[in-house]
């Protein structure tokens, strides 16, 4: 095949200058490696939904404070940080999140999304990185008018990713099916953005904007020679609605 996928390797004693795409990689992710991925994602997905739980289900004083539940879905733009030759390619995001009130404008807000990671190889190709990532933000918040009835705010913190689908879209195989793809199972990263919160009696309706950003390596692209080793980010825009349990708390 034409482009990115291709199986050429460069000379050892005269290295290529880097070309758009993925070259051989020789990794190959083996069935025991794969049992192993979906055993450690359902141990890690039932640890942090208990989680999650727990935190929705904190004592009386948390909840008379307004504890705050909503479901948010929208648009992303993501892109593979650090490997040269990449566009960046559009997905969707869909979860849930918490507020925690902490006192005052401050407030804790855990979450649990589905977003679609990735990036589109090459302006001229077809073919593109299509993952799919369970992520887990745990986010600080500040509300800049805790008692108003419209509210802007601002949030920041770390996630954890767990790659939960990885496809090569315009192929007829998936990423576990190649040898030019190595991804990883686990990555973290942070996340920072804002958005505005409006309340209607115990109803919330919210939205935003943030951008994710990988610290750790999410995927190795290349060959032994020369491997690239990419990190997510990507811009989230997002709408929500929710309830609010007890007092007002933060928006």
């Not at 390797?9 to 200058?17: D, G, K, T, V």
């Given at each position: 095949m034409l482009g990115i996928f291709t199986t050429e390797?460069?000379?050892?004693?005269?290295?290529?200058?880097r070309t758009t795409g993925w070259e051989a990689a020789g990794h190959t992710i083996h069935p025991p490696q794969l049992a192993r991925r979906r055993r450690g994602f359902g141990v890690v997905l039932a640890t942090l939904t208990a989680g999650l739980t727990a935190a929705a289900l904190l004592p009386a004083a948390a909840d008379a404070q307004g504890t705050q539940v909503s479901v948010i879905g929208g648009a992303t733009y993501s892109d593979l940080r650090d490997v040269d030759g990449f566009d960046g390619r559009s997905g969707t995001m869909a979860g849930i999140s918490l507020l925690l009130p902490l006192g005052g404008p401050f407030a804790f807000q855990p979450e649990a999304l589905v977003v679609s990671r990735g990036a589109q190889a090459g302006s001229d190709l077809r073919e593109s990185l299509d993952l799919d990532a369970f992520e887990i933000p745990l986010l600080l918040r500040v509300s800049l008018a805790p008692r108003s009835s419209f509210t802007p705010h601002l949030y920041a913190g770390p996630y954890l990713g767990i790659q939960i689908d990885c496809t090569v879209e315009g192929t007829s195989v998936d990423c576990d099916d190649r040898e030019d793809i190595s991804t990883r199972t686990v990555d973290v990263g942070a996340i920072a953005g804002g958005g505005v919160t409006?309340?209607?009696?115990?109803l919330i309706f919210t939205g935003g904007l943030r951008y994710g950003f990988g610290l750790s390596t999410m995927a190795e692209i290349g060959d032994a020679e020369f491997r690239e080793s990419a990190r997510h980010g990507g811009f989230g825009i997002y709408v929500g609605a929710g309830i609010r349990f007890g007092g007002r708390g933060s928006r």
């Open positions: 390797r460069p000379e050892p004693c005269r290295p290529e200058p409006a309340g209607l009696g115990p």
